[in-house]
């Protein structure tokens, strides 16, 4: 046989040789590096996730049994490489799936049925200041109204407009109209009634009246002793930072000690987010990173002026001691939330490696910390916190990992050169550092605040010197200084750090462009780039390239993302629906455009809310609303019996918070009270001559956090869409041309 021909038939296997013996090749480096072991919380994540995203609570047996038949795989495979590894990821993702499982058990505190009006008497946990001197207020609940026991929340919260006279640890009653926590406002989108669960929050209050503080409850165990006693720290020390600085920079500097938010004036909020600062605000591993390694190397400096302690005693290791206590104390001090124990947990295993002597930024010490703060908190992955985080830290890791495998540059030749590289090499350093963390997390950013910034390198670059120079030295020293009564004058110049941070986030903000509205996109978006970014940043051979099509895959779809045609709030008391251009239209009675949901909505569709009356095709009487609908036809949104017999004669879809007539679904699409019940926030798209819905939970499914089952309308009342011929003929309406002098002459509206 010619040469060429058996090239010809054995081309196929050839190439398919070639390829295998080179994947080979790059596992088995990836292998010798440890480079598996990192994808173990990978997997454990994917479990948690799982978890959350079923549609019913699954079973603890269920959920233990698949954790011990993974345990049992991965026992069986331990002989194979790699299906060793793929039997052990099996297992963590069983481990992450259980983990959720009792997280939920644990918390387990039922939420509110249904609103009443009732006194609460409990005890003062934390008093938050919010914005324009509102108090959020959280109690521990001993008596709500006549609620028995077993179907009483843990913990209420309640914002008030007014210093209630109580404090931290207080005995209180107060009067209030009570709710359970909602849902998200659209589906797909921040799930309050979640988050509040999983903080043993099960009803939130408005209105309070009839405050009375009973003093210190005197009942309190050990452990809420000390956290009360946190608690008034917090709120003194809070004080004392805003009296000494003032202004909006004294409100930001109280949420980098203490992580009070709640005062800060939302024009200096804007300004941040707009010039990719925001995260300043938060304390996290910016701020973890800067307050312990300051203490690090301040502990280190001053062992060293003794040589006798630098000759006999283990410095490295006693500093490292010192700088996690320190960080131990501010993670207390600053409340504890979700972002600051993950850079908490960072710092501790960087400063325990630093006291057995290994290396403190090494990949899997990152990936331990994913892990235990998974294991701890699996809620927390849902939140962009975490995401944000996570993808930070995995970025940075592999790009200084990177750096550090290069060959390293001869020396420079004098003085002046040595001084140039150095300068060269921190600008380097700062402007990198910004630029793979703000790659990192876009993503994140873009799918949970649909937004992107296009100046944060800028913005970080200017603002980053100022607060690793000024202000979170600052921050050390006037925590110090506290008990002496000498920390005035670093707070002081920590105002004046600040100062200079807003008046640069204010200038970039104002540039064009600043702040780029994305259209929302889905989760299948969200898991390609969070598979693309992790099989990026955790591999170390070219195997790592891998990624660029998985990331093009999921940039494509977030490029091009569906849009739904009607979106429906909870209460049904709003909705939006895309009109015949395209944009969005608001409907509701009152000032819907000012609404939260309506705000929501217009951001996940890249858009601006309107200003009332600046849609002319939306109609609105003391009975409901109409607009025209993208394809021809009406959508009315009814608040009165009334209007409902004449909506459903004419319009292709009504929504209403009442319970539509039974002749209503015969003659056209109808979502009603109990559907809104059940579904909570929905989103309708035009399929054809019908509509198709997605709905914020399912109907037919329940978790602990949707509510209490007599709250659910069953499955087959959920969502009752049956269409009647009018929406085809609306379909089939809109292509016709419309005579614009005839008033009469609506498309998709039919004469009655």
């Keep these: 046989m010619p040469d060429d021909a058996r090239v010809a038939d054995g081309g196929a296997g050839s190439w398919t040789a070639l390829v295998f013996g080179w994947l080979s090749a790059r596992l088995a480096e990836e292998a010798e590096a440890g480079r598996f072991a ?37 026992l069986l495979a331990r002989r194979r490489f790699i299906v060793a590894w793929l039997a052990l990821a099996l297992l963590f993702g069983a481990a992450g799936f259980l983990s959720g499982k009792l997280a939920t058990i644990r918390m387990g505190s039922p939420a509110l049925a249904a609103p009443l009006r009732a006194e609460a008497v409990g005890r003062v946990v934390t008093i938050e200041p919010r914005a324009r001197g509102w108090r959020r207020v959280t109690i521990d609940l001993e008596r709500l109204g006549s609620l028995p026991v077993e179907r009483r929340p843990a913990k209420a919260r309640i914002t008030i407009g007014f210093k209630p006279p109580i404090t931290v640890g207080d005995r209180i009653s107060l ?17 309050f009634a979640r988050v509040a669960f999983f903080q043993g929050v099960g009803a939130t209050g408005l209105g309070a009246s009839d405050i009375k503080a009973h003093g210190p409850d005197v009942d309190m165990g050990l452990r809420a002793s000390m956290s009360a006693a946190l608690e008034r720290l917090r709120a003194s020390l809070t004080e004392r930072i805003t009296t000494a600085i003032g202004g909006p920079e004294g409100a930001v500097a109280a949420a980098l000690v203490t992580g009070v938010q709640g005062p800060i004036p939302q024009d200096v909020q804007d300004d941040l987010r707009g010039a990719g600062l925001s995260h300043i605000l938060s304390i996290s591993g910016l701020h973890m990173a800067l307050v312990a390694g300051t203490m690090f190397w301040l502990a280190r400096a001053l062992l060293a002026l003794s040589s006798r302690a630098a000759l006999n005693w283990p410095v490295k290791q006693i500093a490292a001691a010192v700088a996690l206590a320190g960080a131990t104390f501010y993670l207390a001090l600053s409340g504890a939330e979700v972002a600051t124990q993950r850079s908490y947990v960072m710092i501790a295993i960087a400063f325990l490696a630093v006291m057995i002597n290994r290396p403190a930024l090494a990949p899997r010490n990152f990936a331990l910390a994913a892990l235990i703060v998974l294991a701890l908190t699996p809620e927390a992955m849902l939140g962009p916190s975490f995401q944000m985080s996570f993808a930070a830290v995995a970025g940075l890791v592999a790009w200084f990992e990177t750096r550090r495998d ?8 004098n003085a002046v050169a040595r001084v140039r590289r150095k300068i060269a090499t921190a600008v380097t350093l700062a ?15 873009a799918y949970h605040f649909h937004r992107v910034t296009p100046y944060a390198i800028a913005g970080n670059a200017l603002a980053e010197p100022i607060m690793a120079l000024v202000v979170m030295p600052s921050v050390l020293g006037g925590l110090l200084f506290a008990p002496l009564g000498l920390d005035g004058i670093f707070w002081r110049a920590m105002g004046g750090g600040l100062r200079a941070v807003l008046a640069i986030s204010h200038t970039v903000a104002s540039w064009p462009g600043s702040e780029r509205n994305v259209t929302a996109f889905g989760e299948t978006s969200l898991a390609l780039f969070a598979l693309g970014i992790a099989w990026l940043c955790l591999w170390r051979t070219k195997l790592r390239w891998a990624a660029l099509p998985a990331l093009a895959a999921a940039l494509g779809l977030a490029a091009w993302p569906s849009r739904p045609d009607v979106v429906i709030d909870p209460s049904g008391r709003f909705a939006a629906v895309r009109s015949p251009t395209g944009e969005l239209a608001l409907l509701g009675a009152g000032q819907p455009g000012g609404s939260f949901a309506a705000k929501v909505w217009f951001a996940a569709d890249a858009a601006e ?8 095709d939306v109609r609105c009487d003391a009975y409901g609303c109409t607009a025209p609908l993208i394809g021809g036809g009406i959508v ?37 009270r109990r559907a809104l019940a059940a579904t909570g926030a929905l989103s309708l798209s035009r399929d054809g001559p019908s509509f198709s819905a997605t709905a914020a939970r399912d109907p037919g499914g329940l978790r602990p956090w949707t509510g209490p089952p007599n709250a659910i309308a069953p ?6 869409l049956t269409f009647s011929p009018r929406l085809r003929q609306a379909s089939a309406d809109a292509q016709q041309p419309v005579d614009p002098t005839d008033p009469d002459d609506e498309p998709g509206v039919e004469d009655q």
Aim: net charge negative; glycine share 8%; proline share 13%.
């Design 406 to 413: 290069r060959e390293p540059a001869p020396p420079p030749p």
């Design 38 to 74: 990192l994808w173990l919380p990978v997997a454990f994540g994917v479990g948690v996730a799982t978890y959350f995203a079923a549609s019913r609570e699954p079973a603890l047996w269920a959920a233990t049994a698949l954790a011990i038949g993974a345990g049992a795989l991965s």
């Design 636 to 672: 009315a949104l009814s608040w009165d019996a009334r209007a409902l017999e004449e909506d459903c004669k004419r319009a292709v879809l009504v929504v209403t918070r009442l319970d539509p007539p039974e002749a209503c679904s015969e003659t056209t699409a109808v979502v009603g």
């Design 715 to 720: 499955p087959e009342q959920a969502l009752r």
């Design 609 to 616: 809310p309107p200003v009332k009356g600046a849609l002319s």
């Design 431 to 445: 402007l990198m550092t910004t630029l793979v963390a703000g790659l990192a997390t876009a993503p994140f950013a």
């Design 175 to 191: 009067a209030a109209y009570w709710r359970p926590p909602e849902g998200p406002v659209r589906p797909g989108g921040y799930d």
